[in-house]
């Protein structure tokens, strides 16, 4: 398999406390990946890591672009971006103000293909931009669910469909690897099993890797085909989802026993 994102002895020190400690992690093209642990385990700074929120304390992060590996730790979110890495957030993150449809089309405009010329004059460029980005916005909210409702406020739609316009607009942003962080996070089962069937299609159609972090244990074990199991900052465990049922330092860390 073709390695897509390689993390090399990753840390990141707030003050005395390491938050994230020495993690090394190659991560493939077209992988569902699962990123578990229980809480304050770090996994949510690991993710700010690699998207740019955070600047690594020490170590690498690598991302294979058109062939070649380029080193983004340290990048700004919008360029990290532009390079393929796209994500959602633990706490929703929508202009709840503006539309459904708004929301993703907001996402698109750094592949707009107009300038600021084009947009005062209302050229012919400028015209075709925005109809593609409408088209393309669309197509996205119809993925998702959520094209009939592409005029409400995103503010009015109910909790679980926020989650997936936020995966829509993360989407809208063409990325090769999606990062999802909780994209269960109070759902029932019923929109948990929806979801699921909805982030493989997602990765199959668009040829997506997709990392997420995730509590409900039953998503994880079900959709994703690798697992890796931070604890204090450290990555105690990496395997199939059968492996990590059966390691003992999983299990140690979840139940709090000794090995």
Same mark, same amino acid.
């Given at each position: 398999m073709e390695e897509l994102l390689k993390v090399t002895g990753l840390s990141k020190h707030f003050g005395g406390l390491a938050a994230v400690s020495g993690i090394n992690m190659e991560i493939n093209r077209g992988e569902l990946i699962g990123l578990i642990g229980p809480n304050g385990a770090g996994k949510t700074t690991f993710f700010n890591l690699l998207t740019g929120v955070y600047e690594p304390s020490e170590g690498l992060i690598e991302l294979t672009v058109d062939g070649k590996k380029q080193q983004i730790g340290g990048l700004?979110?919008?360029?990290?971006?532009?390079?393929? %890495?796209? #994500?959602?957030?633990?706490?929703?993150?929508?202009?709840?103000s503006m539309t459904v449809l708004e929301?993703?089309? =907001?996402? @698109?405009?750094?592949?707009?293909?107009?300038?600021?010329?084009?947009a005062l004059l209302r050229t012919s460029k400028y015209y075709n931009a925005e109809r593609w980005i409408e088209e393309k916005a669309c197509?996205?909210?119809?993925?998702?669910?959520?094209?009939?409702?592409r005029n409400e406020l995103a503010t009015n739609l109910p909790y679980g469909e926020q989650r997936r316009l936020e995966i829509a607009r993360a989407l809208a942003a063409q990325p090769t690897i999606l990062f999802l962080d909780e994209p269960a996070a109070g759902m029932n089962p019923q929109?948990?099993?929806?979801?699921?069937? %909805?982030? #493989?299609?997602?990765?199959?159609?668009?040829?997506?890797?997709?990392?997420?972090?995730?509590?409900?244990?039953? =998503?994880? @074990?079900?959709?994703?085909?690798?697992?890796?199991?931070?604890?204090?900052?450290?990555?105690?465990?990496?395997?199939?989802p059968e492996e990590i049922q059966n390691n003992e330092f999983v299990i140690s860390a979840y139940l709090g026993e000794e090995v």
């Open positions: 700004k979110p919008y360029k990290i971006t532009s390079l393929g %890495l796209a #994500r959602t957030f633990q706490n929703i993150r929508l202009f709840k929301n993703v089309k =907001l996402a @698109m405009h750094k592949n707009a293909g107009y300038g600021v010329f084009s197509e996205y909210l119809s993925e998702v669910g959520l094209y009939r409702k929109e948990t099993d929806e979801l699921t069937a %909805l982030i #493989r299609h997602l990765r199959d159609k668009y040829n997506l890797t997709i990392v997420l972090i995730e509590h409900d244990m039953s =998503l994880v @074990m079900n959709l994703c085909e690798r697992i890796f199991v931070l604890n204090y900052g450290q990555l105690i465990a990496s395997g199939t």
